[in-house]
């Protein structure tokens, strides 16, 4: 079923009834599980990169990999901090009725939105972290410039996940607008308008 036409049902349903329409119902819990399914992964991610990046450090005489330890928890505390803060009060609606199911449905597009900026900053601090240590550690007296133009399969592959992420990001983010226009569209559509309750 297509966005809109699923929002066309569900301001059907509101006109005739006092009940959740089953699609949003589902929606919200399909997105509840999702945030929960992320949480479990960012759990995991920090599980690996942060303990395999300290268990690096404590294994090698290199003072250089510390220094990726310290920065890979502090990547993590970064992330950590943003979910926590941008998915607070977004995991339950507010009420069991339509426009409390709708208004966290609005609230979970904008905090998406606001996610792809910081997902966009962080990934490009970490991309900048990641090849200034490689490029210090490299054996190579490589201009910088030349270094990155492409100069190694490790180098290839950072500029082409790189550019599959952004992709990503920028698909994700337009999908994530689209939505919220619906939804706020549908909200100005069903709020009954000022005195208009009184009037009648």
Request: proline residues 2%; contains cysteine.
């Amino acid at each position: 079923m297509s966005a809109d036409t699923e929002l066309e049902k569900w301001r059907g349903q509101w006109q005739i009834e006092e009940v959740i329409p089953d699609s949003l119902r589902k929606n919200v819990e399909r997105q509840s599980r999702l945030m929960k399914l992320g949480i479990a992964c960012d759990v995991l991610v920090t599980v690996i990169i942060g303990g395999g990046s300290t268990i690096w450090a404590f294994r090698s005489q290199d003072s250089g990999n510390s220094l990726v330890a310290i920065a890979s928890w502090l990547f993590l505390a970064a992330a950590w901090t943003a979910v926590l803060i941008l998915n607070r009060g977004l995991w339950v609606p507010a009420a069991l009725d339509s426009s409390a199911y709708l208004d966290l449905s609005v609230q979970r597009c904008q905090g998406a939105l606001k996610t792809v900026w910081f997902a966009a900053a962080l990934f490009l601090i970490e991309i900048a972290f990641g090849l200034s240590w490689a490029y210090l550690h490299t054996s190579r007296q490589t201009p910088v410039l030349q270094w990155l133009a492409f100069s190694s399969l490790r180098i290839d592959i950072v500029w082409m996940c790189t550019a599959l992420f952004f992709a990503t990001l920028f698909w994700y983010r337009n999908r994530k607008r689209r939505e919220l226009e619906k939804l706020l569209r549908m909200v100005s559509e069903v709020t009954p308008v000022d005195g208009a309750d009184g009037a009648a």
